[in-house]
C-alpha cells in the first residue's frame, strides 16, 4: 500500500503541474509472471516513476512505451497482453513463464478528484472495524472510485472495448499484536511493509519499545488483557507474546473461542507442551487448540527478534495466501 500511494501521489501531482502523466496497471497475471494483479506504477514526461509492473526487460520496455505516448496527443487508453515466453507473438523479452495484462492509460486533469479519492483512502487511518475504504474501477471509459466495497479484486475481458477492473482500495488485513516487547517492535515494522495494519497492546504504559514503535498503527495500554475479548473483533489475524506464560494465558482464554483468520502464539515447545496440557486436562476443545499455531512461525531456528519477526510474518503469509492457486 506504501508503494502505491507513493504511485498515485506521483499522479495527483503531475496533473496540478499539467505534466503529463501515465499510470501503468496490471490487470491481470498468471503462472509465474513477475508482475502480479493490482501491481501499478506511473510514469510521467519529465522521467519521474513511481510503483513496478515487474521489473525486468519488460517493465522497462513498458516505461519507454508509455513516455513515446505520453509525447503524443489526446487521451490515450490502451491494454497489452505481455507472455514472459519468447516463442509467443506477444512475448515480453522474459523467460520466467507466465503472462500478465498491462492497461496504460494517459490521466486527464477530470481525473483528480478520483485520485485524490484514491489517495485519501489508502493513506487514511481506518478503524477495527473498518479497514477498505472502496473500490478503484478501470474500464474503457477511464478511471473511477466507488465506495461501495466488493468481496475481491476483479477483472473480466471480452475484447479490448469491453472489459472491467475493480480492485478494493484501503487496508485489507490487519494484525492484533499482544505485547510489546522486542519481538512485537521487529514484527510491527515487517507487517507495516507488508500493508498490515498493525496494532499493538500491552499493560506497561512505561514499556520502553511500546514508546520506540513507530511502525504500529495503534497502541493501546491495557488494564487487564481480559479486555481483549471485548475490543479485537472476530476474524483476525492475532499474535500473542506476552511477557510471560501466566499473560499468554489470560490472552489466549479471552480469544481462543472466537472465530479467527490466524491466532499465534510465542514460546518454547516445552511451554506450549505445558499450556496445551492444563487445557486438555480442563476439558478445552482440542478442534480449538488444533487451530492455534504454537510455537508460532514457520521453524528457520530463528534467534534474533527480527528473526522470529520473519518467521511468524512468513506463517501469516502463508494462512493468507493459502486460498491461492
Not at 507513493?6 to 513477475?34: C, D, F, R
Not at 503472462?99 to 489508502?122: G, K, N
Not at 479490448?160 to 490487519?174: A, I, P, T
Request: charged residues 20%; glycine residues 8%.
Amino acid at each position: 500500500m506504501q508503494k502505491k500511494l507513493a504511485t498515485w501521489q506521483l499522479i495527483s501531482k503531475s496533473l496540478l503541474q499539467n505534466i503529463p502523466v501515465m499510470l501503468l496497471y496490471v490487470l491481470e497475471s498468471h503462472g509465474s509472471s513477475p508482475g502480479r494483479q493490482g501491481f501499478c506504477m506511473a510514469v510521467n514526461l519529465t522521467g519521474e516513476m513511481e510503483g513496478s509492473i515487474g521489473g525486468g526487460i519488460m517493465e522497462h520496455k513498458f516505461v519507454e512505451m508509455a513516455k513515446e505516448l505520453l509525447r503524443q496527443e489526446g487521451a490515450l487508453l490502451t491494454i497489452r497482453k505481455q507472455v514472459h515466453d519468447k516463442s509467443s507473438s506477444q512475448q515480453s523479452g522474459m523467460i520466467c513463464s507466465g503472462d500478465q495484462t498491462i492497461l496504460l492509460y494517459q490521466l486527464q486533469a477530470a481525473d483528480i478528484d478520483v485520485v485524490s479519492a484514491i489517495i485519501l483512502a489508502e493513506s487514511e487511518i481506518p478503524t477495527s472495524e473498518k479497514l477498505v475504504s472502496g473500490t478503484l474501477v478501470l474500464s474503457p471509459s477511464g478511471i473511477a472510485f466507488s465506495t461501495d466495497i466488493i468481496p475481491r479484486n476483479h477483472f473480466v475481458i471480452h475484447s479490448e472495448k469491453d472489459w472491467l477492473y475493480q480492485e478494493v482500495v484501503g487496508y485489507q488485513h490487519k494484525v492484533f499484536i499482544i505485547g510489546g516487547g522486542h519481538c512485537s517492535l521487529a514484527l510491527s515494522k515487517v507487517m507495516k511493509m507488508m500493508d498490515f495494519y498493525v496494532h499493538v497492546f500491552d499493560t506497561r504504559s512505561d514499556l520502553h519499545t511500546m514508546l520506540q514503535n513507530n511502525d504500529a498503527h495503534e497502541k493501546t495500554i491495557l488494564g487487564d488483557y481480559r479486555e481483549l475479548g471485548n475490543i479485537i473483533p472476530e476474524d483476525q489475524y492475532i499474535v500473542v507474546m506476552t511477557f510471560g506464560y501466566r499473560t499468554d494465558d489470560i490472552v489466549l482464554r479471552s480469544l481462543m473461542n472466537k472465530p479467527y483468520k490466524y491466532l499465534g502464539v510465542l514460546g518454547s515447545q516445552t511451554k506450549i507442551n505445558k499450556m496445551f496440557t492444563d487445557y486438555k486436562e480442563e476439558g478445552i476443545n482440542q478442534e480449538l487448540l488444533d487451530r492455534m499455531h504454537a510455537p508460532i512461525g514457520i521453524p528457520v531456528k530463528s534467534q534474533t527478534p527480527e528473526e522470529i519477526a520473519i518467521s511468524i510474518a512468513a506463517e501469516i503469509i502463508q494462512v493468507k495466501n493459502a486460498h491461492l492457486p
